[in-house]
Antibody, heavy 117, light 110 residues
């Protein structure tokens, strides 16, 4: 069955970077795009960006441009998101999700990133 | 950036029907038929309920339905059940390979 297993919770200091992984299984990884969506405590879902697994092309929300990088390792069926210059407002649960025809059909379990001094 | 506006909360009694609206604030988002809806229970990942305005993935109850008129998409839940109590988010393709989520609606089953 389709699964996305994300890496564990992280605690970072302001100004640091964090890298979260999302390992896919149960489908042909290179045929899809993977998106990242985050959710601050008690807040709405927020789309961050995506990567085309086949060719590595990426697109990011303007809000995160310059601070976010999404990469993939096709040999490991894994996608990564790295967010730099962390601030307290980046404290959130980060989700990966597979795109299928502009909808997000399978999601990871989420990774809590806490930014605190 | 384009935005999607949802009511903060809705409520209904078991067996009733409720509708959650999702209104686009710009014509680019509003013109697309690429609206999806997600259900999120506390502490859980979102779950796809509806895609392309009114299509339902296999395994999703027929009690969930979607529609769109002009710039406003709607999710209707009929025959409310206790387990429907959750947060609901609309999402739209916003062009040039970007997406936007609505603010979310908390559904309370009375």
């Amino acid at each position: 069955q389709v699964q996305h297993v994300q890496s564990g919770a992280e605690v970072k200091k302001p100004g640091a970077s964090v890298k979260v992984s999302c390992k896919a299984s149960g489908y042909n990884f290179t045929n899809y795009a993977i998106h990242w969506v985050r959710q601050a405590p008690g807040q709405r879902l927020e789309w961050m960006g995506w990567i085309n697994i086949d060719n590595g092309n990426t697109k990011y929300s303007q809000k995160f441009q310059g601070r976010v990088t999404v990469t993939r390792d096709t040999s490991a069926s894994t996608v990564y998101i790295e967010l730099s210059s962390l601030r307290s407002e980046d404290t959130a649960v980060y989700y990966c999700a597979r795109e299928y025809g502009t909808r997000f059909d399978y999601w990871g379990q989420g990774t809590l990133v806490t930014v605190s001094s | 950036q384009s935005a999607l506006t949802q009511p903060a909360s809705v409520s209904g009694s078991p067996g009733q029907s409720i509708t959650i609206s999702c209104t686009a604030t710009s014509s680019d988002v509003g013109s697309y038929k690429l609206v999806s809806w997600y259900q999120q229970h506390p502490g859980k990942a979102p779950k796809l309920l509806i895609y392309e305005v009114s299509e339902r993935p296999s395994g999703v109850s027929s009690r969930f339905s979607g529609s769109k008129s002009g710039y406003t998409a709607s999710l209707t839940i009929s025959g409310l059940q206790a387990e429907d109590e959750a947060d609901y988010y609309c999402c739209s393709y916003a062009g040039i390979r970007t997406w936007v989520f609505g603010g979310g609606t908390k559904l309370t089953v009375l």
